[in-house]
């Protein structure tokens, strides 16, 4: 008998949280959020910008959960230089050779683990560029409606290995690091 009472108090407790809860998705503002990138090489390094097309945080209450995003990767853009040499480095990264823009117009991201940290969160996520999901650790800091994280992506594990020392001999000066920085400010 006593068993059945604990249990039954136990399920009438568990109920009544999950009834107090509130998960809520919290939509980025896209023109107000940014993804600034980093991709270096031997002789020195590039940065750029990549625009949102979407995306959300998942939160219980004040907890974040989870999120999903879209980038447009037609939008990248190179900020370091200027004229021909801008055009000729965006359209390099357009080409089949890095993104292939014109067959994957999109990347995803969706968090998939949350962990709470005492500075923020730690997160995995599954990364999927040019059809190949990988995943990706980063930790999160929310400060009221921004979220900021800075990560590294290696860019041979979906298939982007043009200019990579760990595929091709004899680059010498032209060798461009596998690792890119995607420096991330969510406002929502």
């Given at each position: 008998?006593?068993?059945?009472?604990?249990?039954?108090?136990?399920?009438?407790?568990?109920?009544?949280?999950?009834?107090?809860?509130?998960i809520?998705k919290?939509m980025?503002?896209?023109?107000?959020?940014?993804?600034?990138?980093?991709?270096?090489?031997?002789?020195?390094?590039?940065h750029?910008?990549?625009?949102?097309?979407?995306?959300?945080?998942?939160?219980?209450?004040?907890?974040?959960?989870?999120?999903?995003?879209?980038?447009?990767?037609t939008?990248?853009?190179?900020?370091?230089?200027?004229?021909?040499?801008?055009?000729?480095?965006?359209?390099?990264?357009?080409?089949?050779?890095?993104?292939?823009?014109a067959?994957?117009?999109?990347?995803?991201?969706?968090?998939?683990?949350?962990?709470?940290?005492?500075?923020?969160?730690?997160?995995?996520?599954?990364?999927?560029?040019?059809?190949?999901?990988?995943?990706?650790?980063?930790?999160?800091?929310?400060?009221?409606?921004?979220?900021?994280?800075?990560?590294?992506?290696?860019?041979?594990?979906?298939?982007?290995?043009?200019?990579?020392?760990?595929?091709?001999?004899?680059?010498?000066?032209?060798?461009?690091?596998?690792?890119?920085?995607?420096?991330?400010?969510?406002?929502?």
């Amino acid at each position: 008998m006593k068993t059945k009472i604990n249990s039954v108090l136990i399920l009438a407790v568990a109920f009544s949280t999950a009834s107090f809860t509130k998960i809520e998705k919290k939509m980025i503002k896209t023109s107000e959020s940014q993804i600034n990138w980093t991709g270096k090489k031997v002789l020195g390094k590039h940065h750029g910008t990549i625009d949102f097309k979407e995306g959300a945080l998942q939160f219980d209450g004040d907890v974040l959960i989870g999120g999903e995003f879209v980038v447009d990767m037609t939008s990248i853009k190179v900020t370091d230089l200027e004229g021909d040499s801008k055009g000729q480095l965006e359209g390099h990264l357009n080409s089949d050779d890095f993104f292939g823009v014109a067959n994957y117009e999109t990347a995803t991201l969706k968090i998939t683990n949350v962990e709470k940290t005492a500075s923020g969160y730690s997160a995995v996520a599954d990364l999927t560029i040019k059809e190949q999901t990988h995943p990706v650790e980063f930790d999160l800091i929310i400060n009221g409606d921004t979220a900021t994280t800075t990560f590294q992506v290696n860019r041979t594990k979906y298939g982007v290995r043009y200019g990579s020392g760990s595929f091709f001999d004899n680059l010498g000066d032209n060798t461009i690091s596998d690792n890119f920085t995607l420096y991330v400010t969510l406002k929502f």
